[in-house]
């Protein structure tokens, strides 16, 4: 099934060490993910989950190309959780993007709200946002009537996190990569045919929020970008959001900057 080789250009912002976002890749797959913090007290940073995350996950591929991706990701689940001793519930979590490039097909898996852009369209995961739920929609309101990120803002995101654990992982939630590997079997998955299939966006919400806003979402474009490109996009993004919209009022996010990271996936 598998042997096309995939070229991948990304770019992070802040630095990958410094950042729960995470890019891999495999001679065939590109991977993205967004570490999410611990609702309670964890052993582990996000930065850390995310990153023994998406190594096992990059191994198996590599391993075993031909895998499904939605075992593969229950299995390196299953081995990060052993890994740092982790419990569902007491956990960080992660986003999901994966693309795998075949030999007659191009693959893509998502869990959690980290999208991927093919010439045909988008796989999104939206399922927290479709939980609608009441403090995320007063926070936003807020934001966009002027009052900052202020204490109030803050206490709202602390209450919208308790919500959220209660529907993480559960039926008529949504699902994330945690300490549980039956999130992967909840995993949103797509094929392409590789005629049509020439390259894919992946990235984390906080890059393509605001490229979606900013209307710098010419993707085919961007499919273009070398590494040096897909950094000053994340600049200028970043820069916007620091000097054009401080205080989340045109648009409405969690906080002033979130972690960026983009990678294009092209066949070799």
């Not at 410094?18 to 930065?47: I, Q, W």
């Not at 990701?73 to 994966?98: H, K």
Request: charged content about 20%.
């Amino acid at each position: 099934m598998s042997g096309e080789q995939v070229c991948c250009a990304s770019a992070q912002l802040p630095a990958k060490a410094a950042s729960d976002d995470k890019v891999f890749t495999t001679p065939s797959a590109v991977l993205v993910l967004d570490g999410a913090s611990a609702f309670r007290p964890a052993p582990v940073s996000a930065s850390t989950y995310a990153d023994q995350l998406g190594r096992h996950l990059a191994a198996q591929l590599t391993n075993t190309p031909d895998t499904d991706l939605r075992t593969a990701l229950g299995e390196a689940i299953a081995q990060t959780a052993c890994d740092l001793n982790l419990r569902r519930g007491d956990s960080p979590s992660s986003t999901v993007a994966m693309v795998r490039v075949c030999t007659d097909h191009v693959d893509g898996l998502v869990l959690g709200d980290s999208p991927i852009v093919f010439p045909h369209g988008q796989l999104a995961d939206h399922r927290i946002d479709a939980l609608e739920l009441p403090q995320r929609q007063q926070y936003r309101q807020r934001l966009a009537s002027g009052t900052g990120y202020d204490q109030h803002h803050r206490r709202l995101l602390h209450e919208l996190q308790d919500q959220q654990a209660q529907w993480r992982n559960r039926a008529g939630g949504y699902w994330i990569a945690e300490a549980d590997p039956e999130a992967a079997n909840h995993a949103l998955t797509i094929s392409h045919p590789i005629d049509t299939t020439p390259w894919s966006v992946l990235a984390t919400d906080g890059a393509f929020n605001t490229i979606e806003y900013l209307n710098l979402n010419d993707w085919p474009r961007i499919a273009r970008h070398g590494p040096r490109e897909l950094e000053a996009l994340l600049d200028y993004c970043r820069s916007w959001e620091a000097n054009h919209d401080p205080h989340g009022h045109h648009l409405p996010r969690s906080k002033q900057h979130d972690d960026k990271a983009i990678a294009v996936a092209r066949r070799s």
